[in-house]
């Protein structure tokens, strides 16, 4: 029944040793995103993919980067982790942008909690 | 920018109502959602409004949209433990190639 799987659900690394976050989804849709949530906080948005269209939000550092090599699979790597990356992160999906006739809605999977260490 | 915001508490009793209020500035806001969240888990769609709609029932869940003062609100009736959780506004506009903003949430605790 999972929609949007993220593994790992805690993923733990060291300052500046990379990491990569992934993200799977079942409902075949063309949209995938990645948030970035700090507690008490609104998930904010690092990157889009439309299909194989990437969409960089403008504030996202560069330490941030994502891959999305099919339509089911997306991956979040982070260079060289901070102290300040320690966060949860989101994937979500949605079968397209809104339009007048559909809000095409977000699938949230269940996020990865990144402790950097 | 575009600004979502939210009060960041509220407390009833079971069996009460809870009214969730939302603020946001982009007049052209296309769809405003609601979301929830559980601790540790991902974001759930409640409901959703389209902007040219005033008001949407879901069984216990009432959402008004004031468009004129930009206001949503978001009433759920008979409130239990379990509705205990964050929840979410989002506005997202054709402006915004479909992204969605969202306000810093909303903790809802509801006491036995």
């Known amino acids: 029944d999972a929609m949007v799987i993220q593994n790992p659900r805690y993923q733990v690394t060291q300052f500046g040793k990379p990491v990569t976050l992934s993200c799977s989804q079942t409902?075949?849709?063309?949209?995938m995103y990645w948030y970035q949530q700090k507690s008490s906080q609104a998930p904010k948005l690092l990157f889009h993919?439309?299909?194989?269209?990437?969409?960089n939000e403008a504030d996202t550092p560069d330490n941030f980067q994502s891959r999305r090599p099919n339509t089911s699979f997306c991956f979040l790597d982070i260079r060289s982790p901070g102290l300040g990356d320690a966060a949860m992160y989101l994937c979500?999906?949605?079968?397209?942008?809104?339009?007048?006739?559909?809000?095409?809605?977000?699938?949230f999977g269940p996020g990865t909690r990144l402790t950097v260490t | 920018g575009e600004d979502v915001e939210q009060s960041l508490f509220l407390s009833v009793r079971e069996g009460d109502s809870s009214v969730i209020n939302c603020t946001y500035t982009?007049?052209?806001?296309?769809?405003l959602y609601w979301y929830k969240q559980e601790p540790g888990a991902g974001l759930q769609l409640l409901t959703y409004i389209f902007s040219n709609m005033d008001m949407k029932q879901d069984q216990r869940l009432t959402v008004l949209l004031n468009k004129k003062d930009k206001h949503l609100s978001l009433r759920i009736a008979d409130t239990q433990t379990g509705d205990s959780a964050i929840y979410f506004c989002?506005?997202?506009?054709?402006?915004?190639?479909?992204?969605?903003?969202f306000g810093d949430g909303t903790t809802l605790t509801v006491k036995p």
């Open positions: 993919y439309y299909d194989k269209d990437f969409n």
């Open positions: 979500a999906t949605s079968r397209d942008r809104p339009t007048s006739g559909s809000p095409y809605e977000q699938y």
């Open positions: 989002a506005e997202t506009s054709y402006s915004h190639a479909g992204k969605s903003t």
């Open positions: 409902l075949n849709h063309n949209v």
């Open positions: 982009d007049s052209s806001s296309t769809y």
